[in-house]
């Protein structure tokens, strides 16, 4: 019996052509969306971009071609996760930590498909899961402490450093802010000296698959 992140995760190879380079997201979605992949008679005719480590051993592992980001051009496609979705289709990202890589990669993808299972549909981000917030371990206290006065509260995720030496911070929004506005969250929280990148995605254009 398929998983229903195993079905909509195949569902997204019908966008993959011959020639692509492809962004790999990371988490247990975009993993099925990368077996399938590897398994698939389109597995040696594409090149790929993975967004994490362990994307990248999986695809490895899977027989993908694998090239960094610096090396391409452009990336056609990009296929990740997400952990919630809203009606704007905006995204909350980096429940895996691998949201800067994942931003990054979306920002130069010219096609965004994102993946998920029903439950991530949510009317206002940060209802269901925290925000993630990626920052350097230097001042990651005094960001904690900035946080809270915004009407966050944050908290350190324990034995975890990103693939890029850093911290993640998992903040839930009070109800004024889960109310606010998003764009100007976001950009509160990406002033703040030694943030790397928030887990909110906004104005990537993703096309959501979901399935129930
Ligand atoms: C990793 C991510 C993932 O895409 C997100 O956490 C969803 O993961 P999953 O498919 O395992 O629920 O942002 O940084």
Same mark, same amino acid.
């Given at each position: ?41 389109? #597995? ?83 209802? =269901? ?27 350190? =995720? ?22 606010? #506005? ?31």
């Amino acid at each position: 019996m398929e998983n229903p992140k195993e079905i909509v995760a195949k569902s997204a190879l019908r966008y993959i052509t011959s020639g692509d380079v492809v962004g790999l997201g990371t988490g247990t979605t975009a993993s099925e969306f990368i077996k399938a992949l590897g398994a698939s008679p389109l #597995s040696k005719e594409v090149t790929c971009v993975p967004t994490s480590l362990e994307t990248e051993s999986l695809a490895k592992r899977v027989g993908l071609n694998l090239v960094s980001l610096n090396s391409v051009e452009r990336i056609d496609i990009t296929v990740d996760g997400a952990d919630e979705v809203d009606n704007n289709k905006n995204l909350l990202k980096g429940g895996g930590g691998a949201l800067t890589r994942e931003k990054i990669v979306a920002h130069y993808s010219k096609r965004y498909v994102i993946v998920i299972t029903e439950e991530k549909l949510v009317e206002n981000l940060g209802s =269901r899961m925290p925000i993630p917030i990626e920052v350097l371990p230097f001042s990651y206290v005094q960001i904690i402490r900035e946080l809270n006065q915004m009407g966050l509260s944050c908290q350190l =995720r324990k034995n975890f450093t990103t693939d890029n030496g850093n911290y993640i911070i998992d903040c839930k929004p009070n109800q004024k802010v889960l109310k606010g #506005s998003l764009q100007d969250l976001n950009k509160a929280i990406k002033l703040l000296p030694g943030v790397v990148e928030t887990g909110i995605f906004i104005n990537f254009n993703p096309e959501i698959l979901y399935h129930k």
